[in-house]
Structure formats: structure tokens, C-alpha cells
């Protein structure tokens, strides 16, 4: 396949932005720095995620857990393990932090909210 030019990221909650190479580059230096590696190579991995990401892309837009999961698998390539782990463990602490947010918004979406006036001594005769 052809690689394209991936310029568009797709949230997980569906907006979409622009691609940004350095928050790449700057999450990835984060990971290596934890995984006690040498932040040196941190660019040669990002561009490895991006031109994987580019090669799998069918079109110019791509899913932001795509770009983690390729971010793991550049880090693991690289000789990165300890680093990979800590992307991957980051990764799904996220992911857990926002199944919590949306269960605590579904549960209070759903529970009964008290209606009319908030003084108790509303309706009594006066």
C-alpha cells in the first residue's frame, strides 16, 4: 500500500484535530524518560510511528487509538520495552479514567433530580 499523508487525528469521543507530530514527539520522550531510556532516539521513533500509521492509513484521517497502539508497537521495535510499558500503562489508565467519567455521567444523568424550589418552606402558608 501507498502511504498517505495522514494530517487529521479522530478522537475517541469524535472531534477531530489536526495532527501534531511534537505532542507525538512529547509523549513519546515522556515514555522513554520513565522507561530510563535514551531520549535520543525518541525522533527516530516518532517518525517510525508516522510512517506507520501513514503505510496503514486508508485515508487522511486516523483514529488517535491507532497512534497509540503504533506508538507502543515503534517503542517495543526500538528496543524500548520498559518504555513501552509505561505509553501502554498510561494508555489504558486513561482509558479506565474515562470509562469511570462516563459511568458517574450515566449515573447522575439517570438518578431522580429534586424539582421546584430548594426552600423548605416553600408552598407553606405565610
Known sequence: MTPRAVSTVEKRDGRQERLRATKLMRSLFVAVQQGAGDVEQVSDVAS???????TDAAT???RSD???????RALEAAGFGAAAACYDQVRRERRRRRHLWAELAAASSSSAVPSGPADDNAGADR
Open 60 to 62: 487522511s484521517t486516523v
Open 66 to 72: 491507532v497512534i497509540s497502539a503504533a506508538a507502543v
Open 48 to 54: 517510525a510511528v508516522l510512517a506507520g500509521i501513514a
